[in-house]
């Protein structure tokens, strides 16, 4: 496309672009147009290893070349990622993102905070409505669920369930996948943990996990690091309570060393959706929504699946007859994830609210 048509579509794409409806074949050359234009996308907290985005990545700049890909800070949690909205609403420079992918919970917050803003894809009616903002400020992308990755060689009995982690056997050894007071899996590690302990999904969960994990700490068992293949590997967190993606992921780049076991717990099986929402001050606004509609695109659906993660669009990609089955055979058992309970957008404030709230006052450890 020469520039000059690229030009004579400005105006018309910067009046698509402003609102929220779907978008149609047309409309994405006109959106590819304008984003190649702004020439850069800056993401935030996507760390390669997490659902394959390395190959997500790489696929969205295969199919839209002329736009750069910025990464800010991979590591961090769903609050930094709000927080990195509110810090740079003056700044269109690289340190302000154009999307964010955080936990259920913070869609709605940010939504009502006025920091994302409305655009539906054109897979949009293929989205369940259960996991979307029926006016397209946010929409799920992915979901899994706690898991226990365990490295075998320091780690002789593989615990099956939460209450096995408090056992004088794992001393020094199990930590969160990030800091349960910004962290949206590490909320909902202590979550999982409340509802193994009896606690309901909700304010319960988060007094009971919370209780959970300071009988952890005060048996010396909590690790307060925050876990992740290296720190697996390496010794610091021999057991981590994380997403089972990215613990299946894990498994796979370490190739046996050292042999790691991932355990879907027999209790407390609790499953997260995460969501996507564009900036409401992107400075590529364009490319943004041009990388939405990629990650909802069967190729971006499935970039997720590579990487172990259940895309939303899961059901009506296996409906239709798009899921390999290499990618089906390479999942772990479907049984594993009978027991999994989905907690409600209220269950989740609840329960974060009682988490990020007592957890220097009850547990007392700076995860760090």
Same mark, same amino acid.
């Given at each position: 496309?020469?520039?000059?048509?690229?030009?004579?579509?400005?105006?018309?794409?910067?009046? @698509?672009?402003?609102?929220?409806?779907?978008?149609?074949?047309?409309?994405?050359?006109?959106?590819?147009?304008?984003?190649?234009?702004?020439?850069?996308?800056?993401?935030?907290?996507?760390?390669?290893? $997490?659902?394959?985005?390395?190959?997500?990545? #790489?696929?969205?700049?295969?199919?839209?070349?002329?736009?750069?890909?910025?990464?800010?800070?991979?590591?961090? +949690?769903?609050?930094?990622?709000?927080?990195?909205?509110?810090?740079?609403?003056?700044?269109?420079?690289?340190?302000?993102?154009?999307?964010?992918?955080?936990?259920?919970?913070?869609?709605?917050?940010?939504? #009502?905070?006025?920091?994302?803003?409305?655009?539906?894809?054109?897979?949009?009616?293929?989205?369940?409505?259960?996991?979307?903002?029926?006016?397209?400020?946010?929409?799920?992308?992915?979901?899994?669920?706690?898991?226990?990755?365990?490295?075998?060689?320091?780690? #002789?009995?593989?615990?099956?369930?939460?209450?096995?982690?408090?056992?004088?056997?794992?001393?020094?050894?199990?930590?969160?996948?990030?800091?349960?007071?910004?962290?949206?899996?590490?909320?909902?590690?202590?979550?999982?943990?409340?509802?193994?302990?009896?606690?309901?999904?909700?304010?319960?969960?988060?007094?009971?996990?919370?209780?959970? @994990?300071?009988?952890?700490?005060?048996?010396?068992? @909590?690790?307060?690091?925050?876990?992740?293949?290296?720190?697996?590997?390496?010794?610091?967190?021999?057991?981590?309570?994380?997403?089972?993606?990215?613990?299946?992921?894990?498994?796979?780049?370490?190739?046996?060393?050292?042999?790691?076991?991932?355990?879907?717990?027999?209790?407390?099986?609790?499953?997260?959706?995460?969501?996507?929402?564009?900036?409401?001050?992107?400075?590529?606004?364009?490319?943004?929504?041009?990388?939405?509609?990629?990650?909802?695109? #069967?190729? +971006?659906?499935?970039? $997720?699946?590579?990487?172990?993660?259940?895309?939303?669009?899961?059901?009506?990609?296996?409906?239709?007859?798009?899921?390999?089955?290499?990618?089906?055979?390479?999942?772990?058992?479907?049984?594993?994830?009978?027991?999994?309970? @989905?907690?409600?957008?209220?269950?989740?404030?609840?329960?974060?609210?009682?988490?990020?709230?007592?957890?220097?006052?009850?547990?007392?450890?700076?995860?760090?």
């Amino acid at each position: 496309m020469t520039s000059k048509i690229r030009l004579a579509l400005s105006a018309s794409v910067v009046a @698509f672009v402003a609102s929220a409806s779907i978008a149609s074949a047309d409309s994405l050359d006109a959106l590819y147009a304008a984003a190649k234009k702004e020439g850069s996308l800056t993401t935030i907290a996507l760390p390669h290893s $997490w659902c394959n985005y390395a190959g997500v990545i #790489d696929g969205f700049k295969a199919k839209y070349p002329g736009i750069t890909v910025n990464e800010l800070n991979p590591d961090a +949690g769903s609050a930094d990622e709000v927080q990195a909205i509110r810090a740079n609403k003056d700044n269109k420079g690289p340190q302000a993102p154009d999307v964010i992918d955080v936990g259920l919970s913070f869609g709605p917050a940010a939504k #009502d905070e006025g920091l994302i803003q409305p655009y539906k894809v054109s897979t949009w009616d293929t989205i369940p409505d259960s996991a979307k903002d029926a006016d397209g400020y946010w929409y799920g992308d992915y979901y899994g669920v706690l898991s226990f990755a365990v490295n075998k060689d320091l780690v #002789d009995n593989v615990p099956q369930d939460w209450a096995d982690l408090l056992k004088p056997e794992y001393a020094n050894s199990v930590a969160l996948a990030g800091d349960p007071r910004a962290s949206n899996q590490a909320i909902l590690g202590v979550l999982a943990a409340g509802v193994s302990a009896g606690g309901a999904p909700g304010k319960a969960s988060g007094d009971a996990g919370l209780k959970y @994990f300071a009988e952890m700490n005060k048996n010396g068992n @909590f690790v307060p690091v925050i876990g992740k293949t290296g720190t697996l590997a390496q010794g610091a967190t021999p057991i981590v309570i994380e997403w089972d993606y990215n613990a299946l992921a894990g498994r796979d780049t370490l190739k046996g060393n050292p042999p790691v076991d991932v355990v879907v717990p027999q209790t407390g099986v609790v499953a997260g959706v995460y969501v996507q929402a564009i900036s409401a001050y992107a400075p590529h606004p364009n490319a943004a929504k041009l990388w939405m509609e990629y990650l909802y695109s #069967d190729a +971006g659906q499935l970039g $997720w699946l590579k990487g172990y993660c259940h895309p939303i669009r899961f059901n009506d990609l296996a409906k239709n007859g798009k899921v390999p089955q290499e990618m089906l055979d390479a999942m772990p058992p479907a049984e594993g994830y009978a027991k999994a309970i @989905f907690p409600t957008l209220d269950e989740q404030a609840a329960n974060k609210e009682v988490v990020t709230s007592g957890w220097d006052s009850v547990v007392g450890s700076n995860v760090q």
